[in-house]
């Protein structure tokens, strides 16, 4: 296992060179920059903006432009924001990278507690009328787009009932201890389930079929055969193989995470990476842009790591020696 890992992250260089020229070179061809947005001061002079144009490299050619970012992307500096004058994008990023991770590690939980067991509940009644409501959720979960189930629970639970707050990722910056860490989980409530609503439903139907086609297979009529009892049968042995779909999906599920979280985060008024993300693109701060990309990229990579790590975990007979 440790060999493949290593072997895995070796791998894992050509990868992320290839991320790095998709997106640099995605931004490299988008309109105008930072210094040519609409939102520029007119009474800046040609002169100035030029100046500062040459000081950025942005005159440079494209294979120097690349050149010098990578550079120092491989020691951690991802560059100068060209929107928030004498702020780093590492600083940018890593000031809204805790609250998407949070929010995300928090969409996960609630998606795979709500997910796996309603599955098994529902393979163990199929068509009952428990099962049938399931299946009307994971279809009504996978119909409504994220931004209009944000919208709708914002409605309903927040401005209808009053019970949840509708934006931001704290009630007031003084709080500590415990009265922290509660308002921050009850402003992550709405934004998280909004953002787990897809996955949720995915991973339910996932779970139901996979459980239904081990139900008749051989090794579970052999175990049935031996004596051993329903809940060995079924948690022993049913579940642990119909989990390496689940792993599959939890691999890509961290880059997906992230990515839906611009959306999210925009309608909830949440501090992530999306805000940031979605006001790096209306000022042209293309590095901003870069660095998130980049990251998102990354974390896809090791997702998929952690999945292949996992289905040994799941299925011994998995090996990579």
Known sequence: MTKYIIRRLL??????????????????????DALSGENLDPNIPREVLEERREALGLNDPIHIQYYNWAKRAVTGDLGMSMHHTGRSVSDLIGGRLENTLNLSIFSLIITL??????????????????????????????????????????????????WLPSQGSISAPNLTGLDYIGSKLKHMIL?????GLASTAIYMRYMRTEMLELRGSDFIRTARAKGLGNRS????????????PIITLLGLEFGTLLSGAVLVETVFNYPGLGTLFVGSISNRDYPVIMGINLILAMTTLLGNLLADILYAVA???IRYD
């Open 11 to 32: 791998q894992f260089i050509p990868m992320v060179i290839l991320a790095s020229i998709v997106v640099f070179f995605m931004a490299y061809l988008a309109p105008g």
């Open 113 to 162: 507690v709500i997910s796996i067991p309603i599955g098994i509940y529902s393979s163990r009644k199929p068509y009952s009328i428990a099962d049938y409501s399931a299946t009307t959720f994971a279809f009504i979960g996978l119909a409504i787009p994220n931004f209009f189930a944000a919208l709708l629970g914002i409605y309903i639970f927040s401005f209808g009932l009053g």
């Open 191 to 195: 934004p998280g389930f909004t953002l």
């Open 233 to 244: 049968v079924l948690y022993k042995h049913t579940l642990r193989n119909a989990l390496i």
């Open 315 to 317: 299925d011994p007979r």
